[in-house]
């Protein structure tokens, strides 16, 4: 059964100090790996699609990395504007399905 | 949350009582979902629709029926409210060249 799994559920850091989350994930074939951005009371906001491992995608202080388990979502040098839930999901080429991780909700502290 | 559109934003419902959320995409694309969102529970898939006039269910279908009206529009019926129903429900689409979804802003439902 496809399965996402996030960690940690939740984390603070000061503002500048660098971290990762985690994303583990069992699919019946990748199709993509997709990382989001969720607010309070919003919807999610798309950051990046990966699609196989070794790939790499970076947007201004975010970096996503993916292997054949597991993606991570590198945060360096975080402002207080980056606090949020970062979800992740993936999508298995035998179902047009997303499965979705239950988050980790970011607090970045001036 | 550009290209899909939601209403209504919020809404309060006794138990047994029915209403359909509304959701529009503008992107052209064959595919819609349809979203629960519970504390610690991540999103789940209620139903989804591959294309006008299919619809299929999801993870969580019980209790909600489905209707793609067309390409633009897909809404979600709830027959009669239950207090598990109390949630945040989102509804995605693709973009027209890619698999990634987008979602609307959602709908915060409480059943009283």
């Known amino acids: 059964e496809d399965q996402v799994t996030q960690s940690p559920e939740a984390l603070r850091l000061q503002e500048g100090e660098s971290s990762s989350l985690n994303c583990s994930y069992t699919?019946?074939?990748?199709?993509?790996l997709f990382w989001y951005r969720q607010d309070p009371g919003k919807g999610p906001e798309f950051l990046f699609t990966?699609?196989?491992a070794g790939e790499e995608k970076e947007k201004e202080r975010l970096k996503a990395t993916l292997t054949k388990k597991e993606s991570f979502l590198h945060i360096t040098a975080p402002k207080p504007e980056d606090s949020a839930t970062y979800l992740c999901?993936?999508?298995?080429?035998?179902?047009?399905?997303?499965?979705f991780g239950s988050g980790t909700k970011l607090n970045v502290k001036p | 949350n550009a290209g899909v559109t939601q209403t209504p934003k919020f809404q309060v419902l006794k138990t047994g009582q029915s209403m359909t959320l509304q959701c529009a995409q503008d992107?052209?694309?064959?595919?819609m979902y349809w979203y629960r969102q519970d504390p610690g529970m991540g999103l789940r898939l209620i139903y989804y629709?591959?294309?006008?006039?299919?619809?299929d269910k999801g993870e969580v279908p019980n209790g909600y029926n489905v209707s793609r009206l067309n390409k633009r529009e897909f809404s979600l019926r709830l027959e009669s409210a239950a207090p598990s129903q109390t949630s945040v429900y989102f509804c995605?689409?693709?973009?027209?060249?890619?698999?990634?979804?987008?979602f609307g802003p959602g709908t915060r439902l409480t059943v009283t």
């Open positions: 992107m052209n694309h064959n595919s």
């Open positions: 999901a993936v999508q298995s080429y035998n179902f047009n399905k997303f499965y």
């Open positions: 990966l699609y196989s």
């Open positions: 995605a689409s693709p973009g027209s060249s890619s698999y990634e979804q987008y």
């Open positions: 699919v019946s074939g990748l199709r993509g």
């Open positions: 629709s591959a294309s006008e006039g299919t619809t």
